[in-house]
């Protein structure tokens, strides 16, 4: 069974940095790409970032492009998104996710397109 468990939110200054876990298990890990979705507040979804299987290739939403990383490790079966200069519009809550299917083109950015989520973790940016 799919488990994707996501760790490291929290608190954090305008400025300031955070990185976000995902620990995951249930399916070959390193055969999928990997997604971070995030949702603020009394808004939709909003698709963050995505990093294919092997980490050859990743892409971001331009809200957080220059500012996110993501990056994966394959034997810990673990995928990163490390949040730098972080914005009080960054505060939402931050979801792990799976792509439907092993893919090597141009990372999906719908998340229709992901079968499986985390809980969540949560991000609050203040000051």
């Known amino acids: 069974q799919v488990h994707l468990v996501e760790s490291g939110g929290g608190l954090a200054k305008p400025g300031g940095s955070l990185r976000l876990s995902c620990a995951a298990s249930?399916?070959?890990?390193?055969?999928?790409?990997m997604g971070w979705a995030r949702q603020a507040p009394g808004k939709g979804l909003e698709w963050v970032s995505g990093?294919?299987?092997?980490?050859?290739?990743?892409d971001y939403a331009d809200s957080v492009k220059g500012r996110f990383t993501i990056f994966r490790d394959n034997a810990k079966n673990t995928v990163f998104l490390q949040m730098d200069n972080l914005k009080p519009e960054d505060t939402a809550l931050y979801y792990c996710?799976?792509?439907?299917?092993?893919?090597?083109?141009?990372?999906?950015?719908?998340?229709?397109?992901?079968?499986?989520w985390g809980q969540g973790t949560q991000v609050t940016v203040s000051s």
């Open positions: 249930g399916f070959t890990f390193s055969s999928y790409v």
């Open positions: 990093i294919l299987s092997d980490g050859s290739r990743t």
């Open positions: 996710m799976k792509l439907d299917r092993v893919w090597g083109g141009l990372i999906p950015t719908r998340m229709t397109e992901y079968d499986y």
